[in-house]
């Protein structure tokens, strides 16, 4: 089992830049495919970001080429760096971790955009 810590959220103007950090607990880390989701107010959870099974990344179209992805297992934490932000990208965005056929998600941490 695994548990996963977001952070880094926050306000931000339009065109600036977040980097958000999921730390994760165990020992296992770099056997889990990383992810991250995010949820607007009065929508669905969507995907954003994710590495693949052998490890590539990908990319929802709305973020592709501003979000970029990446881990570091030797301090078991997962990152989304957000950059050219716009209000539409307003929302929670939560960390995830898969293995096999069980996927944990982190709590959540809030980012805000103002226009």
């Known amino acids: 089992q695994v548990q996963l810590v977001e952070s880094g959220g926050g306000l931000v103007q339009t065109g600036g830049s977040l980097r958000l950090s999921c730390a994760a607990s165990?020992?296992?880390?770099?056997?889990?495919?990383m992810g991250w989701f995010r949820q607007a107010p009065g929508k669905e959870r969507e995907f954003v970001a994710a590495?693949?099974?052998?490890?590539?990344?990908s990319y929802s179209n709305a973020v592709k080429g501003r979000f970029t992805i990446s881990r570091d297992d030797a301090k078991n934490t997962a990152y989304l760096q957000m950059n050219s932000l716009q209000p539409e990208d307003t929302a929670v965005y939560y960390c995830?971790?898969?293995?096999?056929?069980?996927?944990?998600w982190g709590q959540g941490t809030q980012v805000t955009v103002s226009s």
């Open positions: 165990g020992r296992t880390f770099s056997s889990y495919t």
């Open positions: 590495f693949t099974w052998s490890n590539r990344t």
């Open positions: 995830t971790a898969q293995r096999l056929a069980k996927v944990y």
